[in-house]
């Protein structure tokens, strides 16, 4: 299998390959466009002082002459009449010259074979060592006409750069390949560790140490990934609570109505016991019933897959509605409901507002002391906000922040009468966020409460 560590030192190692090929490719534009013609001017020169110099010494011995200047750094080839030639200086390694092109020098014309080789890659035409890789002038010696093809011996004159250059650049791509291993060691090694902690979160383990001091991509990854673990750590312990709580809410009235039932079956209760025992097994019944639906209810938010199907309705019509469905309750606890509620048009999903005000409203209600007060108020401003306030028996501010959390009761010592199943505010809750809106809660224990709901005014 490729490792990322492979991958990354063979991607490394193949962009200085393809660098390197395309500094080539622009040293050789670079030397077609400007240093191909200077380079030959440049010897054209010389020869031309080489030839100067011979015509103005007189009784100079042109073989004499020929050996020392080609002792200081050059290759000539001089070839006479009779197509005789003699080589100074170090020896071309390739000799095939056209005779032609010495007749044509002979005459008085001039070669220039560096500037008309043609190349793929014509840089490399600069270090070859070739008799067609020269310049050609004529010269003529005591009568007599020669062909003086002259070209830079480079092993002369560069060798010691050309090899220090060599080792440069060899150095420069092996130490390149040596430093690509061993730093590419400290890049994968976050993304091991990466690995090596999402499989620790696969088992259940969301203890994980990262590096987060770092302040780059890999740092902030991992400023991200443990935030995650956290985050999959909480999820995992609400999963585990709330299936100990839905645990717990299903078995405390099945126990309740197993035992009644037995007792009942058993005949060991007298006819007022066993019709006290079958109103408390229907209460449960109804508990259950309600339980399992506020279940499915939260189930569905959950999915969030097109729940909220908004339509246009007023909003204030709706409230009062659900004032007279609660009516018996508010009435028998001889609770006084002040409404003061302006005609507001709403685009919301009907149905699902309509369980955000029925529960917000039996809160009160069965959280108020006989002859309460419970208000109701709307605003509009850039929200639509609904004030719903009792004078209850009120929330302590510790508890506040939890009372949205699912099966959360606020109050631990409240009566079987009171006691719900802790779904009602969560399903609260998610109905309006999904209407990308928020509730706020507010309390003081002994005074009441009250929960404030904003809506977005469409």
Same mark, same amino acid.
């Given at each position: 299998?490729?490792?990322?560590?492979?991958?990354?030192?063979?991607?490394?190692?193949?962009?200085?390959?393809?660098?390197?090929?395309?500094?080539?490719?622009?040293?050789?534009?670079?030397?077609?466009?400007?240093?191909?013609?200077?380079?030959?001017?440049?010897?054209?020169?010389?020869?031309?002082?080489?030839?100067?110099?011979?015509?103005?010494?007189?009784?100079?011995?042109?073989?004499?002459?020929?050996?020392?200047?080609?002792?200081?750094?050059?290759?000539?080839?001089?070839?006479?009449?009779?197509?005789?030639?003699?080589?100074?200086?170090?020896?071309?390694?390739?000799?095939?010259?056209?005779?032609?092109?010495?007749?044509?020098?002979?005459?008085?014309?001039?070669?220039?074979?560096?500037?008309?080789?043609?190349?793929?890659?014509?840089?490399?035409?600069?270090?070859?060592?070739?008799?067609?890789?020269?310049?050609?002038?004529?010269?003529?010696?005591?009568?007599?006409?020669?062909?003086?093809?002259?070209?830079?011996?480079?092993?002369?004159?560069?060798?010691?750069?050309?090899? @220090?250059?060599?080792? *440069? $650049?060899?150095?420069?791509? &092996?130490?390149?390949?040596?430093?690509? =291993?061993?730093? !590419? %060691?400290?890049?994968?090694?976050?993304?091991?560790?990466?690995?090596?902690?999402?499989?620790?979160?696969?088992?259940?383990?969301?203890?994980?140490?990262?590096?987060?001091?770092?302040?780059?991509?890999?740092?902030?990854?991992?400023?991200?990934?443990?935030?995650?673990?956290?985050?999959?750590?909480?999820?995992?312990?609400?999963?585990?609570?709330?299936?100990?709580?839905?645990?717990?809410?299903?078995?405390?009235?099945?126990?309740?109505?197993?035992?009644?039932?037995?007792?009942?079956?058993?005949?060991?209760?007298?006819?007022?016991?066993?019709?006290?025992?079958?109103?408390?097994?229907?209460?449960?019944?109804?508990?259950?019933?309600? @339980?399992?639906?506020? *279940? $499915?209810?939260?189930?569905? &938010?959950?999915?969030?897959?097109?729940? =909220?199907?908004? !339509? %246009?309705?007023?909003?204030?019509?709706?409230?009062?509605?659900?004032?007279?469905?609660?009516?018996?309750?508010?009435?028998?606890?001889?609770?006084?409901?002040?409404?003061?509620?302006?005609?507001?048009?709403?685009?919301?999903?009907?149905?699902?507002?309509?369980?955000?005000?029925?529960?917000?409203?039996?809160?009160?209600?069965?959280?108020?002391?006989?002859?309460?007060?419970?208000?109701?108020?709307?605003?509009?401003?850039?929200?639509?906000?609904?004030?719903?306030?009792?004078?209850?028996?009120?929330?302590?501010?510790?508890?506040?922040?939890?009372?949205?959390?699912?099966?959360?009761?606020?109050?631990?010592?409240?009566?079987?009468?009171?006691?719900?199943?802790? $779904?009602?505010?969560?399903?609260?809750?998610?109905?309006?966020?999904?209407?990308?809106?928020?509730?706020?809660?507010?309390?003081?224990?002994?005074?009441?409460?009250?929960?404030?709901?904003?809506?977005?005014?469409?």
């Amino acid at each position: 299998m490729r490792t990322l560590y492979f991958r990354i030192v063979v991607t490394f190692v193949l962009i200085a390959i393809v660098s390197s090929m395309l500094a080539l490719l622009l040293t050789n534009v670079y030397y077609m466009s400007y240093m191909k013609s200077y380079h030959e001017q440049k010897i054209w020169n010389i020869g031309k002082e080489i030839r100067t110099l011979f015509e103005q010494t007189p009784n100079l011995d042109l073989d004499n002459y020929l050996a020392h200047v080609a002792n200081m750094g050059f290759q000539i080839y001089a070839v006479d009449e009779r197509m005789e030639g003699a080589f100074y200086g170090a020896p071309f390694k390739h000799k095939q010259f056209e005779q032609e092109q010495i007749r044509r020098v002979l005459a008085g014309e001039t070669y220039h074979g560096m500037e008309k080789k043609v190349r793929w890659l014509t840089v490399t035409g600069f270090f070859e060592n070739s008799i067609r890789n020269s310049v050609g002038l004529p010269l003529e010696a005591n009568g007599v006409k020669y062909a003086l093809f002259i070209r830079p011996n480079l092993e002369q004159q560069i060798g010691e750069v050309r090899i @220090l250059l060599a080792l *440069l $650049l060899g150095f420069t791509f &092996l130490f390149s390949l040596i430093f690509i =291993v061993i730093f !590419t %060691r400290y890049i994968v090694k976050p993304v091991k560790k990466l690995t090596e902690a999402t499989n620790k979160i696969v088992g259940g383990d969301y203890r994980i140490e990262m590096d987060v001091t770092r302040k780059d991509e890999i740092g902030n990854l991992a400023r991200h990934f443990t935030h995650m673990a956290s985050s999959l750590q909480q999820l995992d312990q609400m999963r585990q609570e709330f299936v100990a709580n839905v645990s717990h809410e299903i078995q405390s009235p099945l126990t309740s109505i197993q035992g009644f039932a037995q007792s009942i079956l058993n005949k060991e209760t007298t006819p007022v016991e066993a019709e006290r025992y079958l109103q408390i097994i229907e209460e449960e019944s109804k508990r259950l019933s309600s @339980l399992s639906k506020q *279940l $499915l209810t939260l189930a569905a &938010l959950d999915k969030e897959d097109n729940v =909220v199907k908004r !339509t %246009r309705f007023r909003l204030d019509e709706q409230i009062r509605q659900v004032l007279i469905v609660t009516e018996w309750q508010w009435t028998e606890k001889r609770l006084s409901v002040e409404p003061d509620m302006p005609e507001i048009i709403v685009s919301a999903d009907r149905q699902l507002l309509y369980h955000v005000w029925l529960n917000l409203l039996t809160n009160s209600i069965k959280f108020s002391e006989p002859g309460g007060i419970i208000s109701i108020g709307m605003a509009v401003d850039r929200h639509i906000a609904v004030s719903i306030r009792d004078t209850g028996v009120g929330i302590p501010e510790s508890e506040l922040p939890y009372v949205f959390d699912r099966f959360y009761k606020a109050d631990k010592a409240r009566n079987r009468s009171r006691a719900g199943s802790g $779904l009602g505010l969560s399903i609260v809750k998610k109905i309006v966020e999904l209407h990308q809106g928020s509730v706020e809660v507010r309390s003081e224990l002994g005074k009441g409460t009250t929960f404030t709901v904003r809506l977005p005014y469409l």
